[in-house]
């Protein structure tokens, strides 16, 4: 039997009100979620977090830049006019991405021959520099010219072809293929948004509900409104699945973590009217004789939304990811000497970037290294041999103070709150830290560095 809308409705509105309790973080692990998405959506969270958020970014001193380096806001997996289910354009995108201060953005165009997807922007645009690439075979590809006549060869052949030169490879969608081997592939996501969202189903139900409730779905406008990225960030979650893997597979060799925002300016919802007693519920992307038709016996506010509206009429709007958005949310920071191609393929290439989640904070300046800022540092992606005897120390400093987790070979091996960290490095390993940030009473990861590779 159909499950009612209304019903969804109010056993998810319950579970709002139905809050949670801290925990405690176990030792050795990362600080536990202490609220449900659906909590972190009510308006008393939401303003909570905003309230955070701001004080966070207003604390913001960055550390002084390494010698020769500087700090280049990236973003990986971007999609632009690329098809179907996209509803942004390469034009809007580069609106977003200056507005935000993002400097470099990888594109991941859906592979639609005959066109080729290196064809497509490349270089610097007002600013942006703009690297083409294609999400195929389940991986972020970025060759640095053409293979068209190899994107349908086995994903061995096509890798081949990809690396040559400056070309570089991702496996994207981790959670899909934890077990895909890594050979042939400049490194992988370590983060995606697109997987927090698969992995919530509660709350896009609870979304629809609310939508087509008269006084929730001005209470869901009111909070795009005034909290855009607070309602986008709700469904965040620690990315184990990623992490555990990376771990794993940089115990055997270099992988480079990136992250993966998946934007396509897709999740803009909107309500149309039927008739007096239904409606059709979607996304500016749905044909809209393909969306779901709800009537007044699946949410009895129906007539109260539509009275007064033509009939075909666009009669809510809920846009949840303007890339603006989505791309703050989280960015691949990438250490290189100058803002050109050549430049930023070869930093990613060597492991030389952080993931952040610029939203909550602006990461610019942090920094990861073992000895002294300048040409015999070993920076994020580098090796470091350790010599007996040596006083050797790895260090950490962040633009603001935070919990900071001191990874060794997927384990954590020291935690501390303050702005730097300093560790003598008596064994060799794969380090890495995170650093966590206070938002709303619950610890959220802020920046995830690449590892050292000590020898």
Known sequence: MRRRLQAVACGLLAAVSAWSHAQEPRSGEPPPRRWTTLERLSAERLASAHADVERL????????????LNDYR????AHAGDSDHTGGTPEELLRDARRIGVDVVFLSDHYRPPRDFMDGWRGLRDGVLFIPGSEAHGFLIHPGESVAEYMAADAATLLRHVNRDAGMAFLSHVEE??????????????YNRHADALDDGDSMQALVAWIVDPDQSKALA????LYPEEVFGAQFDYPTVYLDKWDRETAHRRIVGVNANDCHHNQVFVLIKVDND?????TIVDDPDE????????????????????RGAVIGRYDLD???????NSTTHV??????????RTAVAAGHVYVAHDWLADPTGFQFFVGEPGATAAIMGDEWMLEAGSAAKLKAHFPLPATIRLIRNGEEIAITEARSLTHRLDRPGVYRVEGWLEVDGEWRTWIYSNPVYVR
């Open 278 to 282: 239904s409606v059709r519920v979607g």
């Open 57 to 68: 970014r207003a604390a913001v001193q960055p550390p002084p830049s390494l010698p020769g």
């Open 322 to 328: 303007p890339y603006w958005v989505s791309m703050r």
């Open 222 to 225: 009111r909070a795009v409104e």
């Open 74 to 77: 990236g973003v990986f997996h």
């Open 177 to 190: 293929r934890v077990d895909h081997p890594m050979d042939g592939l400049t490194g992988m996501e370590i």
């Open 335 to 344: 250490l290189a000497p100058a803002l050109d191609e050549a430049s930023i």
């Open 291 to 310: 969306m779901r038709v709800l009537t007044a016996a699946d949410a009895p506010g129906i007539p109260e939304l539509v009275r007064g509206h033509e």
